[in-house]
T-cell receptor, first 112, second 115 residues
């Protein structure tokens, strides 16, 4: 079945460091891909998305590119801030199952 | 515009007790969802409702029932709580009928502890 695999955390970085959180997927067809973010004590909110191969989603300085050849959708940011500390979830929309499928989540901690 | 609201925020139950988690959205969305979040497992879909009057099982429906009371409200019921149902529960909604790349909007969650 369709699935999402993302790197285990926690990821600990100093402020202004570069961030990459890896995400790969298995799916039939061409799913839409998402990154959701969960700040402490809150629900998930959409960070960015991409709906077809080579699309780049971006928001709040974060970017991710839909790579069909490597079935990947890695999340990147050039300079993280303390306020970026959160749990990040990669997800795909499975047309076959008509639902969002989430990865396990990666916790990011950014220190001053 | 409150978005998606959930009550209660936190609940402790004893094994065998029942309870209902409430969810409401004010965005006039057609589709609503219930997920559970467990450490290391991401979010798993329990039930969803593509439109008012319809409900469907998700990945982990056993031990739960749902009611789509109207377009705004979607409740999740635990008839006889078990320790394995200790989790954080999230309600979400989306505009259309669960198709394609639409965004899901999440509530703040209900933390449930079953002793």
């Amino acid at each position: 079945g369709d699935s999402v695999t993302q790197m285990e955390g926690p990821v600990t970085l100093s402020e202004e460091a570069c961030l990459t959180i890896n995400c790969t997927y298995t799916a039939t067809g061409y799913p839409s891909l998402f990154w959701y973010v969960q700040y402490p004590g809150e629900g998930l909110q959409l960070l960015l998305k991409a709906t077809k191969a080579d699309d780049k989603g971006s928001n709040k300085g974060f970017e991710a590119t839909y790579r069909k050849e490597t079935t990947s959708f890695h999340l990147e940011k050039g300079s993280v801030q303390v306020s970026d500390s959160a749990v990040y979830f990669c997800a795909l929309f499975s047309g076959g199952y008509n639902k969002l499928i989430f990865g396990a989540g990666t916790r990011l901690a950014v220190h001053p | 515009n409150a978005g998606v609201t959930q009550t209660p925020k936190f609940q402790v139950l004893k094994t065998g007790q029942s309870m209902t988690l409430q969810c409401a959205q004010d965005m006039n969305h057609n589709s609503m969802y219930w997920y559970r979040q467990d450490p290391g497992m991401g979010l798993r879909l329990i039930y969803y409702s593509a439109s008012e009057g319809t409900t469907d099982k998700g990945e982990v429906p056993n031990g739960y029932n749902v009611s789509r009371l109207n377009k705004r409200e979607f409740s999740l019921r635990l008839e006889s709580a078990a320790p394995s149902q200790t989790s954080v529960y999230f309600c979400a909604s989306s505009e259309s009928r669960g198709q394609g790349a639409e965004t899901q909007y999440f509530g703040p969650g209900t933390r449930l502890l079953v002793l």
